[in-house]
């Protein structure tokens, strides 16, 4: 023995080997591999769950809540595999009816009646949709859930339990964390709620269900024990975001879809608006390493050719050293991507910094400027004034960036003097808008501030 064939280094060639099969998506029904910490035993996609998701959703970029989830996941040592019929659906409608997808009017599908109108427009069989779930040997299904797509998720998830009340059935995404939506989803249709985040909680719950963990021990999932006691210990937000597996698009691959790819730099947000929903349901900023989102984009152009991506984190800017770190970094590897992004305007973003987001790729940004009016601005408790956001319209668009511009018309105590001032201000701000995404009246949402204080 010349002590290059070890147990030690026979295992890490197993590990390598194992690894290598995963990847090919090759089941393994057995092995002895076995490193302290480590799990990568893999025996199939089918192993513990099926991701699924329903219209509407975005079509032009594959579900990142499935991709991103699976392959975390897969890294965990769990089997996931994704099945997405919002685009199945979307390809087979025909194309004037394609608005139901604007993202806009997608909300309308919370609609009892709207909802039941449009899926018997589109001829949705959801026995069918029910058998697609049905068909994969997964013992559980977890549903992607969010405000437009919950009514068509739970019609379908009464049926998976009419047909198959052994399935395990579990909801997670925007709406389980949200009290009012989740309500939804009784113990009748739904086994778990996934309050948490997927990678956390959704991770454990496998875990336990598989035997491996004690399921009354699992934070941030709601359920009903056998006992009729209900579980719901919370979970706090997952910190650290660094280390996550790139998305795995080999089964929702980016050419079936539009010519983008969704991607994340942060989740959470350090502001908080009172008219905000979202920040609520996300919680605290908490961001990826700059090199870790460079190398996903710069791995998808390698594999997929991607050249588009659509940040889609709340606001994209709330780090400015992290958002330099990555133009830096695509400036230097010269890729060809071109991307946009969402923005709070802020006192720390600099003209120079626009102009490295140019040479970067940036293609357009989103700004949630909202109002013009100071004293709306502070009312909606936003950090910066229309001086601001004005100075960062301009530096944005003589940097070459197209500017998108979202506004909020009634904010509780605006008058109509604040009204004609955001007016004025929009004139002086002219030439350095270039669209106005949307412009609405202002909602009172569940889990906001404003929902809380409706005085204000
Ligand atoms: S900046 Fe945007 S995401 Fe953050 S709290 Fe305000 S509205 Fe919400």
Redesign the pocket.
């Known amino acids: 023995m010349d002590g290059t064939n070890t147990a030690e280094i026979r295992m890490r060639w197993l590990g390598l080997v194992l690894e290598a099969l995963k990847e090919l998506d090759i089941p393994v029904r057995q092995t002895n591999y076995y490193f302290e910490g480590e799990d990568i035993y893999w025996s199939g996609r089918d192993q513990d769950v099926t991701l699924g998701i329903l219209p509407p959703a975005d079509v032009d970029t594959p579900p990142r809540a499935l991709v991103q989830t699976s392959s975390y996941l897969a890294k965990k040592g769990l089997g996931a595999s994704c099945v997405d019929l919002n685009i199945k659906t979307y390809k087979a409608a025909e194309p004037k009816y394609h608005d139901y997808w604007n993202a806009g009017r997608r909300d309308e599908w919370a609609d009892a009646e709207q909802c039941r109108k449009r899926m018997e427009t589109l001829g949705i069989d959801a026995a069918a949709w029910a058998d697609r779930f049905l068909e994969r040997k997964a013992p559980n299904i977890a549903f992607y859930v969010r405000r437009s797509n919950m009514l068509v998720t739970r019609t379908v998830m009464e049926l998976i339990r009419a047909k198959d009340p052994a399935r395990r059935l579990i909801v997670y995404g925007p709406s389980a964390a949200i009290e009012a939506e989740r309500d939804l989803f009784p113990d009748a249709v739904c086994d778990y709620v996934v309050t948490g985040e997927a990678e956390t909680s959704l991770t454990d719950l496998l875990w336990a269900l598989r035997g491996n963990a004690d399921i009354n021990t699992v934070r941030g999932v709601r359920w009903t024990g056998k006992d009729g006691h209900k579980r719901d210990i919370p979970r706090e937000p997952l910190m650290d975001l660094s280390g996550f597996p790139a998305p795995d698009y080999r089964e929702l691959k980016p050419q079936d879809y539009g010519d983008v790819l969704e991607i994340r730099a942060s989740r959470g947000?350090k502001?908080?608006?009172a008219f905000?929903a979202?920040?609520p349901v996300e919680g605290p900023a908490r961001y990826r390493p700059a090199r870790e989102v460079f190398e996903e984009m710069a791995e998808a152009y390698r594999v997929h050719n991607t050249r588009a991506f659509r940040f889609t984190d709340?606001?994209a800017n709330g780090n400015p050293k992290q958002l330099e770190e990555l133009a830096d970094l695509l400036i230097a590897a010269r890729l060809p991507v071109r991307f946009e992004m969402t923005f709070?305007p802020t006192d720390d973003m600099t003209a120079e910094l626009y102009r490295k987001l140019k040479a970067a790729g940036c293609k357009a940004i989103h700004f949630?400027v909202e109002s013009l009016s100071d004293r709306v601005l502070e009312a909606m408790n936003k950090t910066y004034n229309a001086r601001v956001a004005q100075r960062n319209l301009a530096d944005a668009h003589d940097a070459g960036v197209e500017t998108h511009v979202n506004l909020i018309v009634g904010f509780p105590g605006e008058k109509q003097e604040d009204i004609y001032l955001t007016m004025r201000r929009l004139k002086q701000s002219e030439r350095h808008i270039d669209f106005v995404d949307t412009i609405s009246q202002c909602q009172v949402l569940p889990k906001t501030k404003l929902e809380r204080q409706p005085g204000r």
């Open positions: 947000c502001y908080r608006c905000c979202e920040q709340l606001i709070a949630g």
